[in-house]
């Protein structure tokens, strides 16, 4: 299987068969850290030991959809549901910037509160931060639109999309969510927001609910081919009031597998090392930093409100406030001989697109 992930390291693809025997071999002994180590060293030779940090603002957790897995959904009672105010978001704008945050992603539930006319309440809120602060990316993490408002986002001043598209393959897909979404769309979304010009970010949650090594192939398939410039991969975690309450979480160990195989596939990638990581443990996101991934995304949100922005249950940093949630994040890199680096870390071919346009 080595040489599986020496040719991997070599022509940046396998086949869908090799995919397969490659993720299903995961468990044979020293084959997690083989990966990791290449990994690690292609990580180091273009980002170093830096690493890049994204604060979040969970500006809402109303939503609309009904996702099988996530603690948000529409039909969760156990959520006491919030809308920042245009004012505190930019507090905590304010605030991150003061941290020394140079990405802002502002995540929420999807809602026609800010889909409403080409989503016109977030473009305003998107050119306010754009002018306040022009040393700092701004994604966007709130779901499907259309391209009307996609693109006035983008002209807004976005300058980056994450938008998970969860599995690769629609039966599981189908597995994940209520007939009512569609992996149709949600794919030609992402292809949307790339042609707009975002860095898009695409993802999956390992160990979801049906998922098996077919599905992971497929999803490492679709990924050598859309090439996001990031991906998002965390374990699955149960929540308690959700349709997922009794399965089982994802493997911590798999995650950082499938994050190694991400980084040699494709080494320039922005790869966090996920929150999902860390439930009732502080070694995950240290881990996927020393597997490959070279983004953490620590928690902007006020206080007060982190409690109820709960996709998964064990969710860990929500009785930290944003400056104690970064400096131990920081702690924790600096513990494994990283840094935290100020600066909006975009993926390295969009930087010299910048500066050709420049
Ligand atoms: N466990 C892990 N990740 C989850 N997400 C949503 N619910 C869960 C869960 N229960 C992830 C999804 C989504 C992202 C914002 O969070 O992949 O795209």
Known sequence: MKSLIDKLEETQELTHEEWVSLI?????????????????????????????????????????????????????????????????IFDCAEEGHRLGYRTIVLQGGETAYYEAKG???????????????????????????????????????????????ETATREHYEKLHPPTMSFDNRMECLRILKEIGYQAGA??????????????????????????????????????????????????????????LCRIMNPKLLIPATTALDCGRTDGRQRAVLAGANVIMPNLSPEGIKKNYLLYDNKPGITQSAEENLNKLRSLVEEIGYTMVVGRGDHPDKVKEKACAA
């Open 24 to 88: 299903g071999a995961y468990e044979t002994p020293g084959l997690i850290d083989y990966a990791a180590e290449k990994a690690r060293a292609l990580s180091l030779s273009i980002f170093g030991t830096q690493i890049y940090f994204r604060g979040i603002i969970e500006y809402t957790n109303f939503c609309r959809n009904d996702c099988y897995y996530c603690g948000l959904r529409m039909s969760g009672n156990d959520t006491t549901r919030y809308r920042l105010t245009p004012q505190q």
């Open 119 to 165: 989503a016109a309440r977030m473009v305003e809120i998107v050119r306010t931060i754009r002018e306040r602060y022009p040393d700092t990316a701004i994604t966007l993490s709130m779901g499907e639109m259309n391209r009307e408002a996609y693109e006035a986002l983008f002209e807004a001043g976005a300058d980056r999309y994450l938008l998970r598209h």
């Open 203 to 260: 993802g999956i949650m390992v160990g979801s609910p049906y998922q098996t090594v077919e599905h992971l192939a497929n999803d490492m398939m679709f990924m050598a081919d859309f090439k996001p410039h990031m991906v998002g991969i965390g374990p699955f975690q149960p929540h308690h009031d959700t349709p997922f309450a009794n399965f089982p979480a994802g493997s911590n160990e798999l995650t950082f597998f499938i994050v190694s």
